[in-house]
């Protein structure tokens, strides 16, 4: 796939003595959305740390949109302005209002005019359902109002790839919809996704091809019909009995 | 965590309306905490003249009133050193904090190599090593400068302040949680933007108390600078009492006087803190 948006070949990661990453190759083509699955301490959220140049990584490639990751010189501002990225934990900066979490990066990092980001930003909070708690901070709001105004936060630099690690894994179970809705709007107007992520349902509804990681390695990877119909490998196999 | 002592709340009636601004209640302090330390400094006082019958010439407390003028504006001289040398401490010391958390290995080794000079070193020996390192005179170009002790005092109190506020610096901005950092990386701010846009506003809060704490220390401390040879509250003290032809009877009520005085401006500074910290403690 000469086209593709996304391109790990052969990463490898460690932590001191501990290998975690061992050797991933993986393509997301444009518009695509992937999702990565498999059991805790596998290497999922390291992985996509690896691609916005988070963690370090020692060998192997990442390329996004024909830039290497791994490189001395690396533009780490111009890597990140490609690349959103949505946490787990939401990580709002808690002393600014969400339109302000909002305004911050394009303003302070690519300098554009504030009149013009202000309307952006208060487009963004409507987008994600927001527009009324545009002046509420982070403390005031819940969790998923939390996770829907980060993404905001990640839209507002128009990026070409967003990354989600397990952004619904710390939700309350009635807020984990809001956010899936808004993610899956995103994928439904091209936006290319790489998430990881323990909602197999929205797994199979959402996504292009499913990854399942285990000890550091992709064990096995399909489109979702494909994945959760008729999966491979024993680990797979084992893995999808638990959750589902 | 403050240490301050707990007193019994007095009936509702008689407590003092809090007044809207001076939400630190310094209406309470002067009722309740004053009238303890008087009777301590009576008491004191007692016990000095029971254990030295010689007659004094004018009642304790005319002695104390007439000498008020004089120590007041040695306290003054205190505060000014503190305000002085705490200024200092934090300006230098905010820039060794900030050396602290710094990427470069170098500048980081510096700063935490002259934090932990300054910080285990003992005030009063700092306070001597100044006194007798820098000169009385300065030249710059054609300008005489004179460093008078209390100057010097000034330096010698700040430097351990400095290391202090460094400290205090450092904590404040590893306090805040990682994923700040990392959130700020990815939407690609520079380590000095997250330093000043995201880290530090909120490490500020949480510094705060902490270095109010250190401020009520130094100001204890800089009766340090009567030692040498500043004309601080304590060296008039002295002077007081060999005024009053050295009346072993006036030494302890002279004594509680000064101590009253720093007890009535830092305990204030001491109860903001506690609030302070209590507010904070909430709100994260």
Known sequence: MADALLTIENLHKRFGDVEVIKGVSLQVPKGDVACIIGPSGSGKSTLIRCVNALVPFEQGSVKVLGIEVNDPKLDKLKLRRHVGMVFQQYNLFPHRTALQNVMMAPMQVLKRPRAEVEAEAHALLKKVRLENKAHAYPGELSGGQQQRVAIARSLAMRPDLMLFDE??????????????????????????????????????????????????????????AQFFGNPQDERTKTFLSQVL | MSDLPVFPKLPAALRPRARAGLSFALPRLTIWHGFGLT????????????????????????TLVQWTPLLLRGFLLNIEISFLSMAMGTILGIALGLGLVAQTKPLRQTSWALTQFFRNAPWLALLFFMIYLLPYHMRIGGLHISLPDWLKAVVGLGLPVMANVAEIVRGGVRSIHPGQWEASESLGFTRNQQLFSIILPQAFKRMLPPWMNLYAILTTNTTLASIVGVNDVVTRAGQVLAAAGNNPGLLAPVYAYVLLLFFIYTYPVAIATRRLERRTKVRI
Request: hydrophobic share 50%; glycine share 4%; proline share 6%.
């Open chain 2, 39 to 62: 009777a301590l400094l009576l008491i004191c006082a007692s016990v000095a003249q029971a254990a030295n019958p010689a007659p004094l010439q004018k009642s304790i407390f005319a």
């Open chain 1, 167 to 224: 952004v619904t894994a710390a939700l309350d179970p009635e807020t984990v919809g809001e956010v899936l809705i808004t993610i899956r709007q995103l994928a439904e107007e091209g936006m290319t996704c790489v998430l990881v992520t323990h909602e197999m349902n929205f797994a199979r509804e959402v996504a292009n091809e499913v990854y399942f990681t285990d000890r550091g390695v992709i064990v096995e990877h399909a489109p979702p």
